[in-house]
């Protein structure tokens, strides 16, 4: 079992940002994939970005420019900038971690965008 620890939500004005972190309980190897998903209220979660052990980034068109993720596999740890952002970002993030067929989940932490 691996436990995974967000950090970094909160409130923020548009057109600022924040950093999001997670931190899995275990190793995470180069061999795991991992990632940010979005659920907003009453909408379905959906991906905002992944990035695999060898560092290639896969990003929801409506993030593409504005967020950046990156993974320390040292400090078994994933980071999300997230620039430019705008109330359609608002939402619980969730970090997940894929190892072979099993997939993990984070507590979600919230992100509200508003002035």
């Known amino acids: 079992q691996v436990r995974l620890v967000e950090s970094g939500g909160g409130l923020v004005q548009p057109g600022g940002s924040l950093r999001l972190s997670c931190t899995a309980s275990?190793?995470?190897?180069?061999?795991?994939?991992m990632g940010w998903y979005r659920q907003a209220p009453g909408k379905q979660r959906e991906l905002v970005a992944t990035?695999?052990?060898?560092?290639?980034?896969n990003y929801a068109d409506s993030v593409k420019g504005r967020f950046a993720i990156s993974r320390d596999n040292a400090n078994n740890t994933v980071n999300l900038q997230m620039n430019s952002l705008n109330p359609e970002d608002t939402a619980v993030y969730y970090c997940?971690?894929?190892?072979?067929?099993?997939?993990?989940w984070g507590q979600g932490t919230q992100v509200t965008v508003s002035s």
């Open positions: 997940m971690l894929r190892i072979l067929v099993a997939t993990y």
């Open positions: 275990r190793s995470i190897g180069t061999g795991t994939a």
């Open positions: 990035i695999t052990g060898g560092g290639s980034t």
